[in-house]
């Protein structure tokens, strides 16, 4: 078992870095991955820098050239669910491109054929994780993540994608790595803690939890690498 841990930006992984060890670095494709070891297990993480394209070039290029065949994606998010508040994590059961829109066509939104609207992450990711959020008191939701090239600060934007796609969170990478383990059959799981309410405020409160936030992500991340057996 090799298990890749992507982040979007280097915030997002540093706190990773910090825990893991015999870190061996190398560049290929104009970016940086930190083979490593950690709980016993052998684990590859990389940031992918933001959005769709970068995100999926980053998750082919751990399962093909470094060879995972397990990816955990660690980070932020922005909160749709008003009970989600800043620092509170959100596992996805799913995740669709809320900016991806052949509409004119006849299709529903985030649809194109031959794909599907939602993707679904691995279920023992998820059963690995309420397991861990239950032993230690944290409160964990579940629900859709709906992913787009675009950082959203804007009230009428979150509640359309609220109502269309019935998210609880929103970011923009995890539906463009989703794509990618569907296709190559690799068990995938993305874990998200909330920085901001993707409103008018998103810019400031991101700026301001984005730190903190990407490491109560991170930390849960690893609980999860030493739980997993399968
Ligand atoms: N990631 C964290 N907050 C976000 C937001 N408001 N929009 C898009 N991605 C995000």
Redesign the pocket.
């Known amino acids: 078992m090799k298990i890749a841990i992507m982040g979007a930006m280097p915030e997002e992984i540093e706190p990773l870095l910090s825990k893991v060890t015999n870190i061996r670095k190398s560049e290929y494709a104009a970016n940086t991955y930190y083979q490593a070891e950690y709980a016993g297990k052998e684990i590859v993480i990389a940031y992918s820098k933001i959005g769709k394209v970068f995100a999926a070039l980053t998750a082919t290029i751990l399962i093909e050239k470094f060879k995972c065949d397990r990816l955990l994606f660690s980070?932020?998010?922005?909160a749709i669910d008003p009970d989600l508040d800043i620092g509170d994590l959100v596992i996805a059961d799913g995740l669709c491109q809320h900016d991806l829109d052949i509409t004119a066509f006849g299709h529903p939104h985030g649809f194109v054929p031959e794909g599907e609207v939602c993707i679904p992450t691995d279920p023992y990711f998820r059963k690995i994780a309420k397991e861990i959020a239950v032993k230690k008191g944290l409160p964990l939701k579940e629900g859709i993540i709906a992913t787009?090239d675009?950082?959203?600060?804007n009230v009428e934007r979150k509640n359309w994608i609220s109502k269309t796609f019935d998210a609880h969170a929103?970011?923009?990478e995890g539906a463009s790595v989703a794509v990618v383990c569907n296709a190559l059959d690799i068990p995938f799981f993305i874990l998200?803690a909330i920085?901001?309410?993707?409103d008018m405020d998103?810019g400031f409160d991101?700026d301001k939890f984005l730190e903190g936030s990407a490491k109560v992500s991170a930390d849960f991340i690893l609980e999860m690498v030493e739980s997993i057996e399968q």
């Open positions: 980070g932020v998010a922005g787009g675009q950082f959203v600060a929103l970011e923009m998200r920085s901001d309410s993707a998103a991101f």
